[in-house]
């Protein structure tokens, strides 16, 4: 009898220490889990320019101030058209309605130009900047492939819908970063 006592003790003794074995493996893996948590968050930025260099990133910012310039026309123009209206008033000047309309044809043209500088900017830099780095993801893809093993490419279909999804996502990241 008192064996069974003494033997129930241990098993109990043995429980508790299994239990605090195990509580310490859970929270040690949940600390790990935490820290890979924590060590994955990436911003938007770096996961969509990933492969960019400084060229690229010289690149992204004249895209940028031409997105600015392009940007800014509009309000440019309501204060254009707001010089306009109140300069041909009941009250104008004959004399000088002439070099009025002569200097806002001129901040007009200045304006158009301003617009199509900056929306060729904009649309050419960010389109550069896409297909240099579409460019350096398919060079990545492609040095990825040709890595694997010889088996890899015998496995047949699966291999099919992989790549046309990595095609698919290619091009839904080229959308992503290019304007047009």
């Not at 099919?160 to 996502?169: A, G, L, P, S, Y």
């Amino acid at each position: 009898m008192n064996q069974e006592k003494e033997f129930s003790k241990e098993k109990d003794n043995l429980q508790s220490i299994n239990n605090i074995a195990l509580a310490n493996d859970k929270v040690e893996i949940f600390h790990t889990l935490e820290k890979e948590i924590t060590e994955k968050r990436v911003s938007y930025f770096q996961l969509q320019y990933k492969f960019a260099n400084k060229i690229d990133y010289i690149l992204i910012i004249f895209a940028t101030l031409g997105s600015l310039i392009a940007g800014a026309s509009m309000p440019l123009i309501s204060l254009l058209l707001g010089s306009t209206i109140n300069n041909f008033g009941p009250d104008v000047d004959k004399s000088a309605l002439s070099q009025k309309v002569t200097t806002l044809a001129i901040n007009y043209i200045l304006c158009g130009i301003g617009i199509l500088l900056g929306s060729f900017m904009m649309s050419f830099f960010w389109s550069l900047v896409a297909k240099r780095l579409i460019n350096k993801i398919n060079v990545e893809y492609f040095q990825v492939l040709l890595r694997q093993e010889q088996g890899y490419f015998d496995q047949g279909q699966k291999n099919e819908h992989f790549v046309t999804k990595i095609n698919q996502e290619i091009k839904i990241i080229e959308n992503g970063v290019k304007i047009f």
